[in-house]
């Protein structure tokens, strides 16, 4: 080919890139390094795109019009937020994409990131594992399988197209009077670091030579993960819910701050601020701390996200003066704000502030560079859409044995006999008859508690696909031996039972956030009927099911052998394989149990400590040679 005719050739195409508007852009192009990409981009961004990206609002608004026309960055699904009841992952995926689809509509085609609670795996999805929460986690001070528990997370989160979860929470939870004390892995920071070995789980292991305190999200078969609740939200005054961490600076860092650090070191993406407030400050509104200590000091390149309405509770009334909100929140340095159904109200007030110079544009581009850099990471500009070749990862046999063995090491055996010569554990599988009582021997939405389907959980057994307790111990005993069950059965049918032996199953109802706060932290009745019926006249086991330790010094004498089983998720087969010796109790205490309420709060270390069974406790056995 002649010089005129390669000439021609390129003038052709010169012109057919400026006809088609095909004009380079490298933020398109993934061989440019992140920071290129994001710098390009924010360059070409209007004011009305720029704050776009700071909204995330709750998917039953996310129409198509409203991410074309107002730019938004991100949607979420609050807790029991679904397509369809029982909503197959095809139908997730969907939905997710039908919204993403919209958004790469717009004239830069900026790909929104879909998030959820993914808390204890993904309890929002049916049919989805449900892993035992935090504060059972937490016993196995095993940082492996938390990991593996966060990979089995991400693929089944994956499964349903989303790739963005707000997990974990590292609250360090200080009173077990707390609604959310369930969700924190330990009164001790140091149990709480250890269990952050999920993060590199969710989104995949940090490259050697990757930049330090960079968020990384490894690939499509991991998602951004979120460090929750910065910080202090589990050393609330009386463990009351949002409220006042009354503490030092020094107390702060040295009790709460620890686990951000590890967090921030293994790649964590984004950080939610907490609803509490530090010594009478919001932390929705503390600039100090999230952008002076976080952002500055800690070197966090992710972005930090509201919590739901979280700017609103700024002010007491929530929304009093939301002008004032909208300047405290962003202004202490939220990124994304979790509006989640007013965003026009939002957008508003924040556009009026920059232009009249009350929030620079310095803090905009901040914010935006700052979510446009995880996009970028997780790859969301090159595969904006979900597919289909993960849905057989949701609620898997293989993440349903990974959750079994969760449970295994999750339970503490904290008494074994009225007398340590003589355990009562592990039974026999044959016998002639055994009783099975309680509330919560054939509930898998007790045993599942909050966050699990709904927000606040549900009670029965029609919630998602899982194994009762009740289940568990017919699938595990002798076909000879006859499992009588009875919810709440009187002293006299028990007296009258010929039973070798009994399991009481009680504890509390599912609950989450405020709801669970509790001044007397009792078992729910009947329960407590239940345990004075059964035990003392027949040899019993009471599997307490809560999400922290509960009064039970009142019972103890009556009682021959006590099991804190936490709230073990939708894998009930791993209590029986403890309480019929295929597997040996081995876990450890990380709250300590109190002897009554009015010592609270009581964490091990204080001066004033005298429990009834200390941090750390918790009686072993050995598999059972029968097995």
Request: proline share 6%; glycine share 10%.
């Given at each position: 080919m002649g010089k005129h005719s390669i000439l021609l050739l390129g003038v052709t195409l010169v012109c057919l890139l400026i006809a088609t508007g095909a004009e380079y852009m490298k933020y398109k192009d993934p061989k440019q390094p992140v920071n290129v990409r994001v710098k390009d981009l924010?360059?070409?961004?209007?004011?009305?795109?720029k704050i776009g990206q700071m909204v995330q609002i709750e998917r039953q608004v996310a129409s198509a019009d409203v991410m074309k026309n107002y730019f938004i960055g991100s949607v979420l699904s609050g807790g029991g937020s679904v397509p369809a009841p029982k909503a197959s992952p095809e139908t997730w995926i969907n939905m997710v994409n039908e919204i993403q689809k919209a958004s790469?509509?717009?004239?830069?085609?900026?790909?929104?990131?879909?998030?959820?609670?993914?808390?204890?795996?993904?309890?929002?999805?049916?049919?989805?594992?449900?892993?035992?929460?935090?504060?059972?986690?937490?016993?196995?001070?095993?940082?492996?399988?938390?990991?593996?528990?966060?990979?089995?997370?991400a693929l089944e989160v994956r499964a349903t197209g989303i790739p963005y979860a707000f997990a974990p929470c590292i609250a360090v939870c200080r009173d077990p009077r707390w609604g959310r004390c369930y969700e924190s892995y330990s009164e001790d920071h140091r149990i709480v670091q250890m269990m952050t070995n999920i993060i590199?789980?969710?989104?995949?292991?940090?490259?050697?030579?990757?930049?330090?305190?960079?968020?990384?999200?490894?690939?499509?078969?991991?998602?951004?993960?979120?460090?929750?609740?910065?910080?202090?939200?589990?050393?609330?005054?009386?463990?009351?819910?949002?409220?006042?961490?009354?503490?030092?600076l020094n107390g702060l860092l040295s009790i709460h701050m620890p686990a951000y650090i590890d967090s921030i070191n293994k790649g964590v993406a984004t950080v939610m601020v907490s609803y509490s407030s530090w010594n009478g400050i919001k932390m929705h509104a503390n600039r100090n701390l999230v952008t002076g200590f976080l952002k500055n000091k800690l070197k966090f390149r992710g972005f930090v996200i509201s919590d739901w309405q979280g700017i609103d509770r700024i002010t007491s009334p929530p929304h009093a003066n939301y002008s004032y909100s909208v300047q405290a929140g962003v202004q202490a340095g939220i990124d994304m704000v979790m509006i989640p159904y007013t965003y026009k109200e939002f957008i508003d007030d924040l556009k009026i502030q920059i232009k009249n110079n009350i929030?620079?544009?310095?803090?905009?581009?901040?914010?935006?560079?700052?979510?446009?850099?995880?996009?970028?990471?997780?790859?969301?500009?090159?595969?904006?859409?979900?597919?289909?070749?993960?849905?057989?990862?949701?609620?898997?046999?293989?993440?349903?044995?990974?959750?079994?063995?969760?449970?295994?090491?999750?339970?503490?055996?904290?008494k074994n006999g009225k007398s340590a010569y003589k355990p009562l554990l592990p039974f026999p599988k044959k016998a002639p008859k055994i009783l099975v009582a309680g509330t919560h021997a054939d509930n898998l939405g007790y045993q599942c508690g909050g966050w699990t389907i709904q927000w606040q959980g549900v009670s029965g057994n029609d919630l998602t696909q899982g194994t009762t307790i009740l289940t568990a111990v017919k699938n595990t005993v002798d076909r000879t031996t006859?499992?009588?069950?009875?919810?709440?059965?009187?002293?006299?049918?028990?007296?009258?039972?010929?039973?070798?032996?009994?399991?009481?199953?009680?504890?509390?109802?599912p609950y989450a956030e405020t709801f669970g706060d509790s001044t007397n932290l009792t078992i729910t009745e009947p329960g407590i009927t239940a345990i004075n019926n059964v035990c003392g006249v027949v040899k019993c086991v009471v599997v307490l099911i809560s999400g922290?330790?509960?009064?039970?010094?009142?019972?103890?004498?009556?009682?021959?052998?006590?099991?804190?089983?936490?709230?073990?998720?939708?894998?009930?087969q791993g209590?029986?394989?403890?309480?019929?010796?295929?597997?040996?109790?081995?876990?450890?205490?990380?709250?300590?149990?109190?002897?009554?309420?009015?010592?609270?709060?009581m964490n091990v270390g204080d001066r004033h400590y005298d429990p009834l069974f200390p941090f750390g406790f918790g009686l072993t056995t050995k598999p059972s040679k029968e097995n």
């Open positions: 924010l360059s070409r961004m209007t004011l009305d795109e790469l509509s717009t004239r830069l085609g900026i790909p929104m990131i879909y998030g959820i609670d993914a808390v204890h795996g993904h309890n929002n999805v049916y049919n989805a594992t449900i892993f035992p929460h935090n504060v059972g986690l937490g016993v196995t001070r095993d940082p492996e399988l938390v990991k593996r528990i966060g990979a089995a997370t590199p789980g969710l989104q995949g292991d940090v490259p050697a030579n990757y930049p330090k305190r960079f968020p990384f999200v490894s690939g499509r078969r991991n998602i951004a993960g979120c460090a929750k609740h910065f910080v202090g939200d589990g050393g609330t005054t009386r463990g009351i819910n949002e409220n006042n961490t009354v503490i030092s929030i620079p544009m310095s803090r905009i581009n901040d914010a935006v560079r700052r979510i446009l850099r995880v996009k970028f990471i997780m790859g969301l500009f090159e595969k904006p859409y979900a597919d289909y070749s993960l849905v057989n990862e949701l609620g898997s046999q293989e993440h349903r044995e990974l959750a079994r063995e969760a449970v295994r090491k999750s339970l503490v055996l904290l006859e499992v009588i069950f009875n919810e709440n059965p009187d002293a006299n049918f028990v007296k009258s039972g010929g039973f070798s032996y009994a399991i009481v199953v009680v504890g509390e109802p922290r330790p509960l009064v039970i010094r009142p019972y103890l004498g009556k009682i021959d052998a006590l099991v804190a089983a936490w709230l073990p998720g939708t894998e009930g209590v029986a394989d403890l309480l019929f010796g295929d597997y040996g109790f081995t876990g450890k205490l990380a709250r300590t149990w109190f002897k009554s309420v009015d010592q609270l709060p």
